[in-house]
């Protein structure tokens, strides 16, 4: 049953992009209590293996229903574009309890015995406690399961924002709603987005305008909806992830290496996404002035354009640079 989010005049003046450390780190924890879903992630996955097993996330995966309601309170729609999982952690702690009882209630609900579990009664028993101990949890999931990649996750993110930010500018509203994923269906005439998601939710946007949020861990759902206070939020995969975890050994052809020199060869071919220096360097574990310098050269070379977003400087792949790295190269 689909999501119908409903635009009044306003509100195309108000969709915003926008990043989320503390939704990455639910998804994450999502990721990790769902098989299935770990198929682009296995190298993540096994990398954080041993972490995870010190981490007791069992409270937080019995309020990840797989279908129905999660706990909008745990992961919100950001506060702002560039929000710090600090800022994020604090608006959760400052939960009232009395919300946080009834998503409780609306999720365990979602499980068949989930309320009568010792989790599930001690949730429900005091949930100013149980903020604050889900508070702390997702905090330690953060610091051993997320941070320790935000730079190179958050690299993609800001790539995947800066790619739908260009065609909502060459295209419109219609064109970038329509190219986000199969599941979204923009309706012009009645300006309504229609998400294919379970459950139902009608809802007005009534001058909120619309968060758009990509999502690494995500994939390869879709989660729409938030109930009022949230501001009406639709979360997507990111573009980019088949590659995210690739080393730059395993991306750049051997040729190719011989022709540029090993580290710029590599340098061209992490740029599979849009990327700036700093989280290039994360990327491949050089230097930022290293990378810069060829950066410089490959630019000059006609393989790679620059252009500024935001705060920094992102570098793309020409055509010439695309035809260069391919894997065929070899």
């Not at 306003?10 to 769902?34: G, K, M, N, Q, Y």
């Not at 604090?90 to 309320?115: I, N, S």
């Not at 739908?164 to 970038?176: D, M, P, V």
Request: glycine residues 8%; proline residues 9%.
């Amino acid at each position: 049953m689909p999501y119908h989010l409903r635009f009044g005049e306003a509100d195309p003046l108000r969709i915003r992009f926008a990043i989320s450390p503390l939704w990455e780190t639910h998804s994450a924890v999502r990721v990790l209590a769902r098989p299935a879903k770990q198929g682009y992630h296995l190298p993540w996955v096994r990398r954080i293996a041993a972490a995870a097993r010190g981490l007791d996330l069992a409270p937080l995966q019995l309020l990840m229903p797989a279908r129905g309601h999660n706990p909008d309170f745990l992961y919100p729609p950001p506060i702002g574009p560039a929000a710090t999982f600090e800022d994020e952690i604090a608006a959760v702690r400052e939960t009232d309890p009395a919300v946080a009882l009834d998503e409780f209630e609306r999720a365990l609900a979602e499980t068949p015995g989930a309320a009568s579990t010792v989790e599930g009664r001690r949730l429900l028993a005091d949930p100013a406690g149980a903020v604050a101990r889900l508070a702390d949890l997702l905090e330690a999931a953060w610091e051993a399961l997320v941070a320790p990649d935000w730079p190179r996750l958050r690299a993609l993110l800001e790539a995947d924002v800066a790619y739908h930010s260009r065609r909502l500018a060459e295209g419109g509203l219609e064109r970038l709603l329509g190219e986000l994923h199969p599941a979204f269906d923009w309706a012009a005439e009645s300006a309504t987005l229609r998400v294919e998601y379970s459950g139902e939710h009608d809802r007005p946007l009534d001058g909120q305008g619309l968060v758009l949020l990509p999502s690494v861990f995500i994939w390869p759902d879709v989660v729409s909806g938030f109930d009022p206070p949230w501001q009406p939020t639709v979360a997507y995969p990111a573009r980019g992830i088949g590659g995210l975890w690739a080393e730059p050994r395993d991306r750049t052809p051997e040729a190719l290496g011989r022709l540029l020199g090993p580290v710029r060869a590599d340098v061209l071919c992490a740029l599979a996404e849009p990327m700036g220096t700093t989280a290039l360097a994360h990327l491949l574990g050089r230097s930022a002035s290293t990378v810069s310098a060829h950066l410089s050269v490959l630019r000059d070379a006609g393989l790679l354009t620059s252009r500024r977003y935001g705060h920094q400087v992102l570098y793309e792949r020409t055509p010439l640079g695309m035809a260069v790295s391919q894997p065929g190269t070899d």
